[in-house]
């Protein structure tokens, strides 16, 4: 497969001041790229683009994902400054714990319109500027699309909609010239992990993060992230074992859930969350 050179192409990127973002925005400049950098925050935007290098190879505007007309805007000012948009991370997302059982509806709508309505409203907005270019477009979905843990409806919705939607998306812009794709990790480090890794999931649903429920290391995500898009994959899976999960999902699931899902724990798990 041939490689695509990064050096010089403009990438733009949601969530950009996340964990992953920040990460994934050096290693990118490091290959050469030009970054847009898209979140809510302007003051970390500036602080992120400042340290990234100078306004013609790093600058960050405000974009909300859940704002069609924000997000167009961002990727037109971006574009402007840069001269174009090759390729576009849908970064920005959100994790939280909750039970169908007491889960407010308004944070499942908000989970679903950031994690998936998000990415749709991102690649809509990009879709002009990345096809002029014939680029790449790429979410960042995560293993919850093969994996569906329980206390995670939400979620675990979202991510896969996102593999669903980027498959189909694929067969659109084939012709083209553009490329889809849809990055899968499991757990590793970051702010959001930080805020459940010492509830009920993290404790009895995914056993503390031992065994098959593993963190792997942030630098690992952010080496094969790049590989991703130099290499414009489909479906990328960290570590790469997963692949097996990301292409048999039909056996894979029973056999994961299985091994890795205890109904005591889970029992136990729903008691504490619903009455916490």
């Avoid at 490689?3 to 001041?17: E, Q, W």
């Avoid at 979140?39 to 790093?58: C, H, I, K, M, T």
């Avoid at 037109?76 to 889960?103: R, Y």
Wanted: with cysteine.
């Amino acid at each position: 497969m041939t490689r695509y050179d990064l050096n010089g192409r403009v990438i733009a990127i949601t969530g950009a001041t996340g964990g992953l973002g920040l990460a994934a925005a050096k290693a990118l400049r490091n290959r050469g790229a030009k970054l847009a950098l898209f979140d809510l925050n302007l003051e970390a935007l500036q602080a992120q683009a400042r340290e990234l290098g100078s306004p013609e190879v790093a600058a960050g505007w405000v974009a909300n994902v859940r704002s069609m007309d924000s997000l167009s805007a961002a990727m037109a000012a971006a574009a402007a400054h840069f001269g174009g948009i090759d390729v576009v991370i849908a970064g920005a997302g959100i994790g939280i714990a909750g039970s169908l059982e007491t889960m407010d509806p308004r944070e499942f709508d908000r989970v679903i319109d950031i994690n998936l309505n998000g990415v749709w409203r991102t690649f809509r907005a990009a879709l002009p500027h990345v096809k002029a270019r014939r680029g790449y477009l790429l979410a960042i979905s995560s293993m919850a699309a093969f994996i569906h843990s329980p206390l995670n409806v939400h979620y675990t919705a979202s991510k896969a909609g996102v593999w669903a939607m980027c498959n189909s998306a694929r067969l659109e812009l084939k012709h083209e010239g553009v490329g889809v794709g849809t990055f899968h990790p499991t757990f590793f480090k970051t702010p959001m992990m930080d805020a459940i890794v010492d509830g009920p999931c993290s404790t009895l649903v995914w056993n503390k993060h031992q065994g098959i429920w593993q963190f792997v290391a942030l630098e690992e995500v952010v080496n094969a992230l790049v590989d991703c898009i130099e290499y414009r994959r489909e479906t990328v899976t960290v570590p790469k074992r997963n692949n097996v999960v990301a292409h048999a999902p039909g056996f894979a699931r029973k056999l994961i859930e299985r091994i890795g899902f205890n109904d005591g724990r889970i029992a136990q798990a729903m008691k504490q969350h619903n009455e916490g």
